[in-house]
């Protein structure tokens, strides 16, 4: 199957710091999202971005679908940025079926 | 409304116990999902419903047994679980083709 790499595995940073999250992909996919899974457990739906470049407040994304990667980036850190960040690929001939990376996680210090 | 909605929020259960996780969505989605994310690892596929009929089965122990009795619900009966069955189950609804998925808060599961 598709492997799906994310990198760094963790992340510190200061309160105010900028980050850059990177999600390669071992095949062509026809959908990308990036999640934050918060302390609690729940999975929040940051991207869905299976190309091109989204913006949402401090957070953007950016998926090169033929190069085979995804960034989130994180602008002014906060300490509620601070959980786990997933992104899961679909593949064209697995419709049903999302694959995760193994995710960074992120801790924002004070 | 993007919202799934997953009942109980914490479950503990001794291993002769049968039990049910319950989730529901009112988006409109026609598919449904089963996950199980054990600590520091990332959310691991068990089931996948579409049009209300079982479309993946992850080669799941029997113990466990999904349901899904229509376009809104879908249940996951437990019995007979064992502790290393504890875990966060998480639940998720797309459009079929896996369009973008929206996920449930989870139940965070415990066999004793």
């Known amino acids: 199957g598709i492997q799906v790499e994310q990198s760094p595995p963790d992340l510190i940073l200061q309160e105010g710091a900028n980050s850059t999250l990177r999600c390669n992909f071992s095949d062509s996919v026809n959908n990308l999202q990036w999640f934050h899974q918060n302390p609690w457990g729940q999975l929040i739906n940051l991207f869905y971005i299976p190309s091109g470049t989204k913006q949402n407040g401090r957070l953007s994304a950016t998926t090169v679908a033929t190069e085979r990667y995804s960034l989130l980036y994180i602008s002014s850190s906060q300490t509620t940025d601070s959980g786990v960040y997933f992104c899961a690929v679909r593949i064209r001939y697995n419709f049903n079926k999302f694959y995760f990376g193994s995710g960074t996680k992120l801790n924002v210090k004070p | 409304d993007t919202e799934v909605t997953q009942t109980p929020k914490h479950l503990v259960m001794g291993m002769t116990n049968k039990k049910s996780l319950k989730c529901e969505q009112h988006?409109?989605?026609?598919?449904m999902y089963w996950y199980k994310q054990k600590a520091k690892k990332p959310p691991e596929l068990m089931f996948v419903?579409?049009?209300?009929?079982?479309?993946i089965n992850e080669s799941v122990p029997s113990r466990f047994s999904p349901e899904c009795p229509n376009s809104s619900l879908l249940n996951l009966h437990l019995h007979a679980l064992q502790p290393e069955d504890s875990a966060l189950y998480l639940c998720?609804?797309?459009?079929?083709?896996?369009?973008?998925?929206?996920f449930g808060q989870g139940t965070r599961l415990t066999v004793v």
């Open positions: 988006m409109g989605h026609r598919a």
């Open positions: 419903y579409s049009y209300e009929k079982l479309s």
């Open positions: 998720a609804s797309s459009q079929p083709g896996l369009k973008q998925a929206f």
